[in-house]
């Protein structure tokens, strides 16, 4: 009882700086947000390097990754996906991490805050995020169960598949924008757009979460705030990445030690000049050759990612499903094409064409890797688990392990050659396919324009 009052007196006491910094103590806010404030601002985009996937990044406390936001009762915060990094990445608002890629409730007009006795659910009036086209609301919804229920989503999400030179800013005016599917047309719009949230409801304390509508696995926590800054609720509740939705340490963790100069997570055990026993030999060559610090890391970098690529598509094929056989072989070749581009971003890319190939890249294949594994996890079948080596050692001695595997590394040659073939082929087409969609945009400049703010460019199936 003690120890419970001193942590509802501590939650009393801690209240938010000017800006924050981003922790559950220290909650990032917008600096016009003083008391007395009845709309805030926070811009948005997000940052590839440094995780797994990518990364939420607000212009209050720049640099942090998935901060912790902290938001007040009856004010008017505006979340502003101007940037063009934001593609792919529709802002979503949920009472628990990720929510419905997590089957688990969002914030909607019609959705009762957990453990709340509210009616909010029979007159429109539950807390939701609310989005907008610049200033034109994109939904129906009317308060007080005056009209619809439509929050507006519906029409934002589409539109986050635009390609990037197609993307408004803040001041952004119409941009003519030509169909690129059977079920697209051209449509003129600025694409300012923005989510809206006016947290109302009293009686709720709890934590809710900010999460992408595309991606899995980029959720931050929000803490309620009192009209003076003051925390509502010290306690973090919900978990973030409960280990029993997210038994992947690679939400949890950014980049440590030596894979910091990648931008990546998870290849401080890669790198040479042993690889640590997981691979037999380098995978590039240099010997002889100078490099300058920014080459000398990148091929650093490329050579730990190639060795965990390798090493982790090495596995025991499923006896029945080929399609598991395939996800686990995939995925680390994906996740190798993540790395390889976020490694290229951490170099100061300036190189637009290749900056957005690069994106496009993080983009797609990081929702290629949670629909793989979302069949892994239908058919209660483990991330990674049918990897044939268990440690380095056995991976070097051939010796068999708990799969049954016993062919040593000098036997594999042929598979080595074969997959950098598939990895050198794949990068070519990706590379083709990119800059020749470049090339048909800027060929369809002058499309002519369909109104709609609806309209999708991309087919939901096309990806």
Request: glycine fraction near 8%; charge should be negative.
């Amino acid at each position: 009882m003690i120890f419970s009052a001193a942590v509802v007196l501590l939650g009393m006491l801690v209240s938010t700086s000017a800006s924050g910094t981003g922790t559950s103590l220290d909650p990032c806010v917008p600096d016009d947000c003083g008391i007395g404030a009845t709309s805030c601002v926070f811009d948005v985009k997000l940052v590839a390097v440094g995780n797994a996937v990518a990364y939420f990044e607000f212009d209050a406390c720049p640099g942090v990754q998935q901060p912790t936001l902290g938001l007040k009762r009856d004010v008017t915060y505006r979340f502003n996906q101007y940037d063009s990094t934001n593609i792919m990445h529709p802002l979503g608002l949920a009472y628990y991490t990720d929510g419905a890629h997590n089957d688990v409730e969002e914030l909607e007009p019609t959705i009762v805050p957990p453990g709340t006795t509210s009616s909010c659910d029979t007159n429109n009036g539950c807390p939701a995020p609310m989005y907008y086209q610049g200033e034109t609301f994109q939904g129906n919804f009317v308060a007080s169960g005056g009209g619809g229920a439509d929050f507006g989503l519906d029409a934002y999400e589409p539109f986050f598949k635009y390609p990037d030179f197609a993307w408004g800013g803040p001041d952004a005016g119409p941009n003519t924008i030509p169909a690129v599917s059977p079920s697209g047309v051209a449509v003129t719009a600025p694409l300012n757009w923005n989510m809206r949230i006016t947290q109302t409801a009293t009686d709720f304390d709890q934590d809710f979460f900010y999460f992408c509508h595309i991606h899995t696995g980029m959720s931050g926590r929000i803490k309620q705030l009192a009209a003076d800054g003051t925390i509502l609720s010290p306690n973090d509740f919900p978990a973030l990445f409960p280990a029993s939705l997210y038994p992947a340490p690679e939400y949890k963790v950014v980049s440590t030690g030596q894979e910091q100069i990648c931008g990546t997570v998870g290849l401080n055990t890669f790198f040479e000049d042993t690889h640590n026993g997981k691979c037999p030999t380098s995978f590039i060559c240099t010997e002889g050759l100078s490099f300058d610090t920014e080459s000398a890391n990148f091929n650093e970098c490329l050579d730990a990612m190639d060795c965990a690529m390798q090493f982790n598509m090495i596995i025991v094929p499923n006896a029945t499903d080929p399609i598991v056989t395939f996800v686990h072989s995939m995925v680390p070749h994906h996740i190798n094409a993540i790395q390889m581009c976020k490694t290229l971003m951490q170099t100061g890319l300036e190189d637009d064409a290749f900056l957005a190939l690069c994106w496009n890249i993080v983009n797609t294949q990081s929702l290629q890797i949670m629909e793989m594994n979302e069949y892994l996890a239908s058919n209660s079948i483990p991330e990674g688990s049918a990897k044939c080596f268990d440690t380095p050692a056995a991976a070097l001695a051939g010796s068999a392990n708990n799969n049954g595997n016993s062919e040593p590394f000098s036997n594999q040659e042929p598979f080595f050659i074969s997959i950098t073939v598939f990895v050198a082929a794949t990068f070519v087409v990706a590379v083709g396919s990119f800059f020749a969609a470049r090339r048909y945009f800027e060929g369809n400049e002058e499309a002519n324009v369909v109104g709609g703010k609806s309209v999708k460019m991309v087919d939901d199936n096309a990806l």
